[in-house]
């Protein structure tokens, strides 16, 4: 039997990597890897951070699909091509829904294996919320973002 929440945080966070890939996509070039005076992080940066961070917890955490984050470079990169930060989000929704699909149910209420400090002892089915809260956060600071970058140039 299929259980639903796992069902709909798969949903949600596939619908809102779809979305990630059309931001990135709407993105000129020229602007994917530059930010705005007072802002750390462009375009680029917050796309990686997302997939990264995906793929690290559901991917890796839950799936044991042997991913292994760099979190430094999803923070440092600015160089990376369109299409491969385009691929990396296909890969990283990719690798969640094979994750999510193999989750087992009775795992829900289990703890979070190495969750950040701030999320100790929080269980499983408690942190795919916050990842799906987390996604969408950074999604919406990428679309002003790019919108804000594309309106004054």
């Known amino acids: 039997m299929e259980n639903t929440l796992i069902s709909d945080v798969k949903h949600i966070l596939v619908r809102?990597?779809?979305?990630?890939?059309?931001?990135?996509?709407d993105t000129p070039d020229e602007h994917l890897w530059e930010?705005?005076?007072g802002v750390i992080n462009p375009v680029g940066t917050l796309a990686l951070h997302i997939c990264g961070n995906l793929r690290h917890f559901i991917g890796a955490l839950l799936g044991s699909d042997g991913y292994q984050?760099?979190?430094?470079?999803?923070?440092?990169?600015?160089?990376?091509?369109?299409?491969?930060?385009l691929e990396e989000i296909s890969d990283?929704?990719?690798?969640?829904?094979?994750?999510?699909?193999g989750l087992d149910p009775a795992?829900?209420?289990?703890?979070?294996?190495?969750?950040?400090?701030?999320?100790q002892g929080r269980t499983i089915g408690f942190f795919l919320v916050q990842l799906?809260?987390?996604?969408?956060?950074?999604?919406?600071?990428l679309n002003y973002l790019r919108r804000i970058k594309s309106a004054i140039q």
């Open 16 to 25: 809102d990597l779809n979305a990630l890939a059309g931001e990135v996509s």
């Open 107 to 119: 795992r829900l209420n289990e703890p979070m294996p190495a969750p950040p400090p701030h999320h």
């Open 132 to 141: 799906c809260c987390h996604t969408h956060r950074h999604q919406g600071q």
């Open 35 to 37: 930010a705005l005076p």
């Open 92 to 101: 990283t929704a990719n690798a969640i829904g094979a994750a999510l699909d």
């Open 69 to 85: 984050r760099d979190r430094d470079r999803e923070f440092n990169l600015r160089d990376m091509p369109k299409e491969l930060l």
